[in-house]
């Protein structure tokens, strides 16, 4: 295994810590580090839901994502007239994955909204968002149960993501922004507890690949996405 320019392995993740209570007013928070990504995950929990769902007596958990200006070597504008084309979709794949492991009709007519803030972001900061989500949500449920708002914990599993890449025909694991801008390919892949994928996003950025490089790529971010989980874990204390 080749070892990359700050000694990580190729199959290595960068420090990871998630610390969690970090919001006095949110029902569940979360603050993760990857290295050099920072998020802040805060989940909010509210008495209603979506218009589709009104009578249903399910619940819905949903997400939303935001960069600060300076959380890049280069300040960006705030998106002060509604989300773009990339925050919308980073968003909606924090909400997808966050569902896939909630038993929404045991949340009752509520929504579970986790805002998701980078403070800091060296590559991979959806895939740190949706880690850190898990965290947050998983608080705000816990508390639901301890509450006695609902009568047990609607989470169905565990859920988070990493990145996966080809830099210079080398699988890699959990890239930062240097490698991945210079990744022949990129991957993003969510999974659960029980190993099945929520969602792959796969693009060769330079040379296209095989379907025996896709599995190797996909064991490498299985290996890294069980680390990612003793992480959850240990920040809920389980």
């Not at 830099?167 to 022949?184: K, N, Q, V």
């Amino acid at each position: 295994m080749t070892t990359r320019a700050n000694n990580r392995a190729a199959n290595g993740l960068r420090p990871i810590t998630i610390e969690t209570g970090v919001s006095v007013h949110a029902e569940g928070s979360a603050y993760i580090r990857a290295g050099n990504t920072h998020v802040l995950c805060a989940a909010s929990v509210e008495n209603t839901i979506p218009p589709f769902l009104k009578g249903s007596g399910q619940g819905w958990v949903t997400a939303e994502y935001a960069m600060l200006p300076r959380a890049t070597n280069i300040r960006t504008a705030r998106e002060r007239k509604g989300a773009g084309g990339r925050t919308m979709e980073i968003q909606r794949l924090i909400g997808r994955s966050l569902r896939a492991v909630v038993s929404l009709p045991l949340i009752g007519e509520r929504t579970v909204t986790v805002d998701c803030d980078v403070i800091q972001a060296d590559g991979g900061t959806r895939t740190a968002a949706i880690t850190g989500a898990y965290v947050a949500l998983a608080l705000a449920l816990r508390g639901l149960v301890e509450g006695e708002r609902i009568a047990r914990d609607p989470m169905t599993g565990q859920v988070a993501a990493v990145s996966v890449g080809v830099i210079g025909g080398a699988p890699t694991l959990d890239l930062d922004y240097s490698e991945d801008s210079a990744a022949d390919v990129d991957m993003n892949v969510v999974m659960t507890g029980e190993g099945a994928f929520v969602e792959v996003q796969g693009t060769a950025e330079k040379t296209p690949f095989h379907k025996d490089q896709l599995d190797t790529l996909l064991d490498l971010a299985a290996g890294g996405v069980r680390e990612l989980f003793a992480h959850q874990n240990r920040a809920l204390g389980r």
